[in-house]
């Protein structure tokens, strides 16, 4: 499996915005899908947003449309998650992702990710 370090997360005000940021060991097949997920306590967790880099496509949770970006530097091997107008429903720990998974399923709401590689996580707190 491949190694994920996020990092990035921070306590901020609402409206504040932060930039998560994920770091895959090595590239292969396994990092063809990556993303974001978020947890926050007593909640299942979340996929937020996930990106297909070899065609661009992406794939946003109804809650963060318009507000977060996700984006992918091949070269660097790494994922950033852009979050703007952050909400306090927003606070959770937030989780990098990455497998094989086909397309379809990465960008269509369908990644489950349970065979995937993940990340220890960063929190992201904003109050009110």
């Known amino acids: 499996q491949v190694r994920l370090e996020e990092s990035g997360g921070d306590s901020v005000e609402t409206g504040g915005s932060l930039r998560l940021s994920c770091v895959a060991s090595?590239?292969?097949?396994?990092?063809?899908?990556m993303g974001w997920f978020r947890q926050a306590p007593g909640q299942e967790r979340e996929a937020v947003a996930t990106i297909y880099a070899a065609i661009g496509r992406t794939y946003y949770a109804d809650s963060v449309k318009g507000r977060f970006t996700i984006f992918a530097d091949f070269a660097k091997r790494t994922i950033s998650l852009q979050m703007n107008d952050l909400k306090p429903e927003d606070t959770a720990m937030y989780y990098c992702a990455a497998d094989s998974t086909a397309a379809s399923y990465c960008t269509g709401g369908h990644w489950a990710a349970d065979r995937a590689s993940w990340g220890q996580g960063t929190q992201v707190t904003v109050s009110s």
């Open positions: 090595q590239h292969s097949y396994d990092t063809d899908c």
